[in-house]
């Protein structure tokens, strides 16, 4: 069972890029990375899923290493509204279990 | 339509109390899980749910039993309630086995134990 781990916070200005690693050295070759975003008294909500190398959408990026070991989720010109907790889920669709890292508190400043 | 629906929002209670809350997906969904996330925001799971059939169940105390009266909702049933169980718990829910990294979240229900 591949265990996460992600820095506990981050802080960054409005404008900026924010890049959030996440490590996963034990991750299994089926495996997928999932981000999701969590608001203050909301539900985690998904924000971006992948398997190698890059994807991209309208709201973040994610990078994967060839050797799939860590992950950097990317956040262009993040806002105020971009202040949330971050976790990185590791798991494969037709396994057993899947694990949340402990999350990144990002505080987007002005 | 709210995909994965939990309620109540908000729960205080006392202390020794037995107390549920219920969940509902309207994804057509095989999985369902209950997560407890801390102050600390640690998410961690509870139990998970596949077809109806109990899939996981982590080092949750026995006070906990889910119920699963089918596939589209889990519900949470706590007894005797302590001081620690305070905490916010989330449904979710996913296609895949219990390993989905795709998982579709409730809103969440805050428990308050006096």
């Known amino acids: 069972l591949a265990k996460t781990t992600q820095p506990i916070s981050m802080d960054s200005y409005e404008g900026q890029e924010v890049n959030i690693t996440c490590s996963h050295n034990n991750i299994a070759t089926n495996d997928y990375i999932t981000w999701y975003q969590q608001f203050p008294s909301q539900g985690p909500r998904f924000i971006i899923q992948?398997?190698?190398t890059k994807v991209t959408n309208e709201v973040a990026s994610l990078f994967i290493p060839a050797d799939r070991k860590s992950s950097t989720l990317s956040l262009p010109r993040v806002s105020l509204s971009d202040t949330a907790v971050y976790y990185c889920?590791?798991?494969?669709?037709?396994?057993?279990?899947?694990?949340f890292g402990d999350g990144t508190t990002l505080t987007v400043k002005p | 339509d709210t995909a994965v629906s939990q309620t109540p929002k908000y729960l205080v209670t006392q202390m020794g109390n037995d107390k549920s809350i219920k969940c509902e997906q309207n994804l057509g969904h095989d999985t369902m899980y209950w997560y407890k996330q801390d102050s600390k925001k640690f998410l961690k799971i509870m139990f998970s749910?596949?077809?109806?059939?109990?899939?996981i169940n982590e080092t949750v105390p026995n006070r906990f039993s889910p119920k699963s009266p089918d596939k589209a909702h889990l519900n949470l049933h706590i007894n005797s309630l302590e001081l620690g169980d305070s905490a916010v718990y989330f449904c979710?829910?996913?296609?895949?086995?219990?390993?989905?990294?795709?998982?579709?979240f409730g809103p969440g229900t805050r428990l308050t134990v006096l």
């Open positions: 749910y596949n077809n109806k059939e109990l899939i």
């Open positions: 992948g398997y190698k």
């Open positions: 979710a829910s996913s296609r895949g086995l219990a390993g989905d990294p795709t998982q579709y």
């Open positions: 889920l590791v798991g494969d669709t037709n396994a057993g279990k899947s694990t």
